[in-house]
């Protein structure tokens, strides 16, 4: 564990990936109270929308509300997800300070999730990127760009890892400020993802990929981000009570439990800013707004230890 | 992970963990097709039963027969808990291969779940090591120590390091063949794991402690699983669907789930000697003789993935 980071940022993405996956529309004063509890357990980054049209999108039709009001609360990064373009210049109106456009490894689930080829995304990034560069740079976002089904795609099965170096030092080039990585369908397992992430870094250098984006479809989800943390990732998404998934690549729902994920940084001594008892009282929110919805998550179930008071264990000769 | 051995033992112990903590009592002839079932998938230690009084668990009193049928299973190693001497007798007259005695760091729970003071234990542990002593060498079981408990307790909290590495050097001095380590309540986290298992491993010496047992209590289980491959362990305990957990620690259900470990390994290409896709068709079996129980476990709901043959990913410059 030599390579551990004492600061984690834990970025929660519930109110844009967990939001869009559900039926239930949450209404916008219930996301304004999720997210300001949020802010207030610690949590420093948020993506609080999306940027697609409402018809496509009913449940994020408010985005541009929702990140207006959350750049109001103090030290909170608020992030969006963007389609597109035109998704970006919404996000830029609206005073995002990140945002991220999703490219998906998988050429069929671009054409599915995006309904675009990788060429067209391109051409979309180009476009934001001009866009950003006109723009003066206190008011400029920041810009990643969102390797999805990065580790295999439900459509295509298996992805090379050369691809996936190759779209992430392409991203780059055209001039993204970070790249991600996407376990969107939850076939990761922490020895690929150990893999995958140095392979990119030695592509696009460690400043270009901080983050990784880890679903628990098949329960790895924390054992991934214990792999990605060994090797330097600093920054983890997750979602309140695991709320979302992809709509779009069947069975593969459920991010990796932003509670549990917390609980696991926090026992083991890492510095997240964030209160776990004050965390797991934010859920009392999302349940109360979507009565018909599940929420995931072992440590609200189980509670937190005995006696617990942060890193955990009696080191011997300490006791 | 540097450190990693390609081999590892799954022990399963689900018919003994599993089964205790339910109230449902499996037919006999169940169980041994739950055994054979999986050691047909490749599994290649089963904990079958506990030779406790029947009264205290109704579940198990059929150990003996179980063990019995399982010694006919070509090699299978047949492992049963033990919880004192008169246990232990009764295992070495059925023919276990391996007899485990938990020994509770926690003082408390020792009372609680044993009945009995550390040095009670003791004195049984005594007892047992001659009883083996006496016995011609290819009838004599392997004599593990379990520390459960060794991470905290739901009664006591927070336990001391130095505590744990006590016990262990007591046990290992009583006659031991090994000791242990249980997470028993779900409170270990993936530093305090390898932490502990250095400091055990450097007061006993590294092959005396070979196993850990997990529990998923708090979504850590596979993370935990992966710290502790890290640090040089090869045999991880685990069980089918999750089922088991402790009646007399409140709130700590749950053994991780040995499909889900057993994916975990298999897709980073340790050799487990399993057949990932026949370990899930042996779910059946236990459902349909538990039908009142809940069977956990993330990669039997998602199925595996796309196209998916043994270790993920495709490297870079092999596709």
Redesign the interface.
């Known amino acids: 564990?030599s390579e551990h980071s004492p600061q984690i940022l834990v970025s929660e993405v519930g109110p844009r990936d967990g939001l869009q996956s559900i039926k239930s529309i949450m209404p916008t004063e219930a996301k304004k109270a999720w997210i300001a509890a949020e802010a207030a357990a610690g949590v420093r980054e948020i993506e609080v929308g999306s940027f697609v049209p409402p018809k496509l999108l009913p449940q994020l039709a408010d985005t541009a509300e929702i990140v207006a009001y959350a750049r109001t609360i103090p030290g909170l990064t608020v992030a969006a997800l963007v389609p597109n373009l035109k998704g970006a210049e919404n996000a830029v109106a609206a005073g995002a300070h990140k945002i991220t456009l999703p490219l998906s490894v998988s050429e069929t689930h671009s054409l599915k999730n995006l309904r675009k080829t990788h060429e067209q995304v391109f051409e979309e990034v180009r476009g934001i990127v001009e866009l950003l560069r006109g723009l003066p740079k206190d008011q400029r976002p920041h810009f990643e760009g969102g390797l999805s089904t990065a580790?295999?795609?439900?459509?295509?099965?298996?992805?090379?890892?050369?691809?996936v170096?190759a779209l992430a030092a392409r991203l780059m080039a055209l001039g993204c400020d970070e790249v991600g990585l996407s376990d969107t369908?939850?076939?990761a397992?922490?020895?690929?993802l150990?893999?995958?992430i140095r392979?990119v870094r030695a592509e696009v250098g460690e400043q270009a990929l901080t983050g990784v984006h880890l679903h628990?479809?098949?329960?790895?989800g924390?054992?991934n981000?214990?792999?990605a943390l060994e090797v330097g990732i600093t920054t983890l998404d997750a979602s309140l009570g695991g709320l979302g998934g992809c709509p779009f690549a069947p069975?593969?729902s459920?991010n990796i439990?932003t509670e549990?994920l917390v609980?696991?940084l926090d026992?083991?001594?890492f510095d997240t800013g964030i209160d776990v008892q004050r965390l797991l009282g934010v859920r009392r929110i999302v349940i109360e707004a979507l009565p018909d919805e599940e929420m995931y998550?072992?440590?609200p179930d189980?509670?937190l230890?005995?006696?617990y008071h942060g890193p955990?264990?009696?080191?011997?000769?300490a006791?």
Chains 1, 2 share one sequence.
């Open positions: 564990m580790f295999g795609c439900t459509l295509e099965g298996p992805v090379a890892e050369d691809k170096v369908t939850g076939y397992n922490p020895a690929q150990q893999r995958l392979l628990n479809t098949r329960g790895l924390l054992a981000a214990l792999a069975g593969a459920g439990v549990d609980f696991m026992s083991m001594g998550g072992f440590t189980a509670g230890p005995k006696g955990w264990g009696i080191p011997a000769h006791a």
